[in-house]
């Protein structure tokens, strides 16, 4: 495993037990971090809050320390304060805006079909053969935030939470951002920016910093070829490292292990020539600051 990652988390891991069929459970997934000299991970579920999981996981392993996260889907009533509100008394760490039931990421899965469908399209399929009516989100009514994002902001800020954009439009992204920094949200992270439907170009994310914001990165993007490599270190190299984190978004049943996900992501960077500084700025020091 490489050195360069010890002492880091991985702030984006998709592991079970969940709704969804993962490659890795979580009192394995700990252990396994916990070998590789990692200090724990923030697990996400696209239909679940993991707040009261994690406590579990890190009570069983507390030399791995694992967060929770609640995201914004239809399971959890959309853009809905309450069950923010619930996340952030739970003890959750990060609150995911809509990730599969986004408008966003819905219209451009129907015109750039995956090679293979994806788990949670197979589950909204199977609910719309069922007769349940699945909605897709947009924060925006008429181009303006609609109150419920601002109510969510507020509530991310007094739980001193992370912010994390997912799978929402450009359009959507730069009025939550500005008023997340208006609310005094201290923590956003630009979910994958390189991910096909979210992609941000180099100026838009330069734009996006001005409101303290991080460019996240993930291994399982470049790695499945969802973006080309030469296109994701372009990025890294014009935004700067001391901007960016790195994650794995990994857990998918056919990939690797997240752990090995983030070693492969610290190998990559070194062959492309950035520092050891500069690698475990992304990795460790950026993911440390994000939630201790």
Not at 51 to 57: D, G, K, L, Q, S
Not at 144 to 156: D, P, Q, R
């Amino acid at each position: 495993m490489n050195d360069l990652i010890k002492g880091a988390y991985d702030l984006h891991v998709h592991s079970g037990p969940d709704m969804l069929p993962r490659k890795v459970d979580d009192p394995e997934l700990a252990d396994r971090f916990i070998k590789a000299g990692l200090k724990g991970y923030l697990i996400k579920s696209h239909y679940n809050c993991t707040a009261e999981r994690a406590r579990v996981i890190t009570m069983f392993r507390p030399e791995c320390q694992v967060f929770g996260s609640i995201t914004l889907n239809n399971a959890v009533g959309g853009i809905n304060p309450m069950a923010v509100e619930m996340a952030g008394r739970g003890g959750a760490k990060n609150v995911w805006f809509p990730t599969v039931d986004a408008e966003n990421e819905q219209i451009h899965f129907a015109s750039h079909p995956y090679k293979a469908m994806p788990y949670w399209a197979i589950v909204q399929q199977q609910m719309k053969e069922d007769g349940i009516d699945v909605k897709t989100i947009n924060i925006l009514k008429d181009g303006k935030l609609i109150k419920e994002a601002y109510e969510v902001c507020e509530i991310i800020a007094k739980y001193n939470m992370i912010l994390s954009t997912s799978h929402i439009s450009k359009e959507e992204t730069f009025a939550l951002v500005k008023a997340a920094h208006e609310a005094k949200v201290k923590r956003i992270v630009i979910t994958h920016v390189t991910f096909p439907a979210t992609f941000y170009t180099i100026e838009e994310q330069k734009e996006l910093l001005k409101y303290g914001a991080m460019m996240e990165h993930c291994y399982t993007t470049v790695s499945t070829g969802k973006v080309d490599k030469e296109v994701m270190m372009e990025q890294m190299r014009a935004i700067g490292p001391e901007n960016i984190i790195l994650g794995t978004d990994l857990g998918q049943k056919a990939n690797v292990y997240p752990d090995e996900g983030l070693s492969n992501f610290a190998d990559m960077l070194h062959a492309e020539g950035f520092s050891d500084k500069d690698i475990m700025t992304m990795i460790v020091k950026n993911s440390n600051a994000l939630v201790e």
